[in-house]
C-alpha cells in the first residue's frame, strides 16, 4: 500500500470513529440548598426545604424527613406534588408514590415542605434535615451528598400548670316561693236514712184534789202522789179522864188507818182512769 492510500485509510477510520462516538452522559447529584426556619417551636410548624440536582436521569420521587441526632430513625410529614401530607416510612419501603414526584428530567431544583407531627412522641433538641430520590419504580433510592448537613432545633414550651380558680359563694336572699292559696272542697254528707219521727204523749196535769174529813179533824190532800195526813186535835171541853183520853186516840188511829186506806183505794183507782185517758 502506498503512503497515500494509507493515509487516506486513517481519514476514514478517524472520521468514521468520531461519527459513531456515544455521546458522554452526565453523573445525577442532588444536594439539601436551603431550610428555612432553622427553629422550630412547633411540632405542627413547616419547614421549606430547597432541593437542588443536575443530570436527573428519569422521573423520580423526592423524600425529605427528619432525623434526631445520634439517631438512625426518620420521622415526619411530606407535602407531595398534589398538595397532600404524607407520612414518613422508612427507607426500604417499596412504596414512594405518595412522595414528590418529578417528572421533568430537566428540572435542576424542587420545593417541598416538611412537618414533624403533632402524633409523633419527640423531645427538644437538633434534627437533621434528610434527603433521598428514588427511582419511578420505587426499587432504589439514593441520598443526597450533602457536605455540610442542614438542621433543625426543636423547643417545645414546657406547658405550665394553670391554678384553678376558686369561685367566690354569692349569699343572695333566697326568694320565698309563692304557693296558691288553698281553698277547701265543700264536702257533701248524704245522710244514709232518715229518722221517721214518732208521736209523742204529753202527759195530762194531774190535778191537786184536796179532801176534807170532819172525823176527828182529819185533813187529807189528794196529789199525783201518796196522800199526807193532816192530824187536827180538838181541844175537849169535858173533863175527861186520861184512859178516857187514849180510848179516843185509839180510835181516831184506827178510824185514820181506815179512811187512809179508803183514801188509797180511791186515788189508785183515780190513777188507773188517768192511765186510760192517756193512753186513748
Known amino acids: 500500500m502506498s503512503c497515500r492510500g494509507f493515509l487516506l485509510y486513517c481519514g476514514l477510520a478517524l472520521c468514521a470513529t468520531g461519527f459513531f462516538r456515544s455521546p458522554v452522559v452526565a453523573a445525577f447529584s442532588f444536594r439539601v440548598a436551603s431550610v428555612t426556619p432553622a427553629s422550630l417551636t412547633s411540632k405542627e410548624q413547616e419547614v421549606q426545604v430547597v432541593l437542588d440536582f443536575s443530570g436527573l436521569p428519569s422521573a423520580s420521587y423526592f423524600r425529605v424527613a427528619f432525623q434526631k441526632e ?7 410529614y411530606l407535602k407531595n406534588d398534589r398538595d397532600e401530607w404524607t407520612k414518613i416510612a422508612s427507607l426500604g419501603t417499596s412504596d414512594c408514590v405518595n ?24 423531645e427538644s433538641g437538633t434534627y437533621v434535615i434528610k434527603a433521598h430520590r428514588y427511582t419511578s419504580s420505587c426499587k432504589s433510592y439514593s441520598a443526597a451528598s450533602d457536605a455540610t448537613p442542614q ?26 316561693t309563692s304557693y296558691p292559696a288553698y281553698t277547701p272542697t265543700p264536702v257533701t254528707i248524704t245522710p244514709p236514712w232518715h229518722p221517721t219521727p214518732y208521736r209523742t204523749h204529753t202527759p195530762t196535769r194531774v190535778p191537786t184534789l184536796p179532801y176534807t174529813s170532819d172525823i176527828l179533824g182529819i185533813e187529807q190532800e189528794a196529789t199525783a202522789g201518796a196522800a199526807v195526813p193532816h192530824v187536827r186535835l180538838e181541844a175537849t171541853t169535858s173533863g175527861n179522864t186520861v184512859a178516857g183520853k187514849e180510848r179516843l186516840v185509839l180510835i181516831a188511829l184506827l178510824v185514820m188507818s181506815v179512811g187512809v186506806g179508803l183514801l188509797s183505794f180511791a186515788l189508785a183507782m183515780k190513777k188507773v182512769e188517768i192511765w186510760k185517758t192517756i193512753m186513748e
Request: proline fraction near 12%.
Open 151 to 176: 438542621k433543625v432545633i426543636l423547643t417545645i414550651p414546657t406547658p405550665t400548670a394553670t391554678p384553678t380558680s376558686v369561685p367566690t359563694p354569692t349569699l343572695t336572699n333566697p326568694t320565698p
Open 99 to 122: 412522595y414528590f414526584s418529578v417528572s421533568d428530567v430537566s428540572s435542576t431544583s424542587a420545593t417541598l415542605y416538611i412537618k414533624i407531627g403533632e402524633d409523633q412522641a419527640v
Open 70 to 76: 445520634g439517631s438512625d430513625s426518620y420521622i415526619g
